[in-house]
Structures are given as structure tokens and as C-alpha cells.
T-cell receptor, first 110, second 116 residues
Framework: RKEVEQDPGPFNVPEGATVAFNCTYSNSASQSFFWYRQDCRKEPKLLMSVYSSGNEDGRFTAQLNRASQYISLLIRDSKLSDSATYLC???????????FGRGTSLIVHP | GAGVSQSPRYKVAKRGQDVALRCDPI?????LFWYQQALGQGPEFLTY????????KSGLPSDRFFAERPEGSVSTLKIQRTQQEDSAVYLC??????????????FGSGTRLTVV
């Protein structure tokens, strides 16, 4: 079983829709969680950190569920420009080495 | 510099050739990571430096892969006797921190290596 798992999608949604992705992790001692966004043939860029209390940034909301070992990302009022791959990142252990999921592809269409 | 700089941007190598990929992190960033990203996959961890110390190299796929950061700033990833399975994008990332915020780091644009 991979340490961080994501549904690769693609999630195909119309503009204005609300879409949610989940990411599960296997190490219960994991301590830091992030969502990164990666556009085609570009480098990953930090979208937001995920705190125990949840985190909201405009149309984006991230949640952490430690009991079930998953994090989620909710995007409201989807825009065409939200089309990208969303990567889940989990870090744990003494060196806090971040581990990436394979990413979830989102396609927002007119 | 303003961001993480990687060079070359593209590299085509003949099978068996040695290559060297360079990463220039954000000035003052203590932590530096190398990742390998195959098409359609997430970045896979290769190695981690804290200043000049290589603290984790557990992700290096074979002894053909070697990384260094001798002065705690610029890092080089060297691949000897390249094979076709080495074809991937090699990403470098740096972070100011060394603790729990380690995941919040900045990536370079990557080097796309194609072995023919």
C-alpha cells in the first residue's frame, strides 16, 4: 500500500460547480499536511497547508481527519483556471520527509 | 535569488552517458530536496540535505545516483551510466525550515531528462 493515496481522476466538472478531493495516508504519526497544485509541464506550487482545525482560503477549504487518516480539499465555484493536478503532501518521521500522492486531475469545462 | 533555479531545463543523454543536474536554491534556505517525477505520477523523493549534510538518501534508486551540496547552497544530482528508465523530470525544492513546516517549500522548474 502506498503511503499517500489519491484518486487520479480526472474529475470533469462544469464552471461554478463544487468539487472535493480526498487523500488518505497510512502513517498515523504523520504531522504535516499540504495541498500543492501542478499545472501541465510545470512545477508543483503550494496551494495551502492543512491544519488540524481546517483551513480556508477564498474558494478553497482543506480539512484534516486524523481518526480516519485523510485530508480533503473542497473547491467552490470552480473556475476554468482551476484545471490542474492537485497533489496531496504528507510529512512524518524525525526528518519530516514530505511524501507526495500521485495527484488528482481536475478539468473544469465551460 | 528570487526562486529555485535548475539547469539545464532539458537534457537528452545517450544511454550509458553520465549527466549532472544543478539546483540553486533560494538564498538562505536550509533544506534542499531532490524528487523524480515520471509522467502521470507524483514526485518521488530521492534525497534530502540540511545545509551541506545529506541526511536522507533512501530514495536514490541505485548507486548510479549521487547528490552533493558541498557548501550548503548549490546542489548537484549526478546520474552515472544513464538508463532509459532514468527518463523523468527531476525536481529540486528548498525550504527555509527544518521542522514541521518542511512540506511548505518552493520547487524549481525541473530538468526534463530523456535517455535515448
Amino acid at each position: 500500500r502506498k503511503e499517500v493515496e489519491q484518486d487520479p481522476g480526472p474529475f470533469n466538472v462544469p464552471e461554478g460547480a463544487t468539487v472535493a478531493f480526498n487523500c488518505t495516508y497510512s502513517n498515523s504519526a504523520s504531522q504535516s499536511f499540504f495541498w500543492y497544485r501542478q499545472d501541465c509541464r510545470k512545477e508543483p506550487k503550494l496551494l495551502m497547508s492543512v491544519y488540524s482545525s481546517g483551513n480556508e482560503d477564498g474558494r478553497f477549504t482543506a480539512q484534516l481527519n486524523r481518526a480516519s487518516q485523510y485530508i480533503s480539499l473542497l473547491i467552490r465555484d470552480s473556475k476554468l483556471s482551476d484545471s490542474a493536478t492537485y497533489l496531496c503532501v504528507v510529512s512524518s518521521g524525525g526528518s519530516y520527509i514530505p511524501t507526495f500522492g500521485r495527484g488528482t486531475s481536475l478539468i473544469v469545462h465551460p | 535569488g528570487a526562486g529555485v533555479s535548475q539547469s539545464p531545463r532539458y537534457k537528452v543523454a545517450k544511454r550509458g552517458q553520465d549527466v549532472a543536474l544543478r539546483c540553486d536554491p533560494i538564498s538562505g534556505h536550509v533544506s534542499l530536496f531532490w524528487y523524480q517525477q515520471a509522467l502521470g505520477q507524483g514526485p518521488e523523493f530521492l534525497t534530502y540535505f540540511q545545509n551541506e549534510a545529506q541526511l536522507d538518501k533512501s530514495g536514490l534508486p541505485s548507486d548510479r545516483f549521487f547528490a552533493e551540496r558541498p557548501e550548503g547552497s548549490v546542489s548537484t544530482l549526478k546520474i552515472q551510466r544513464t538508463q532509459q528508465e532514468d527518463s523523468a523530470v527531476y525536481l529540486c525544492a528548498s525550504s527555509l525550515g527544518t521542522g514541521g513546516d518542511l512540506g511548505a517549500y518552493t520547487f524549481g522548474s525541473g530538468t526534463r531528462l530523456t535517455v535515448v
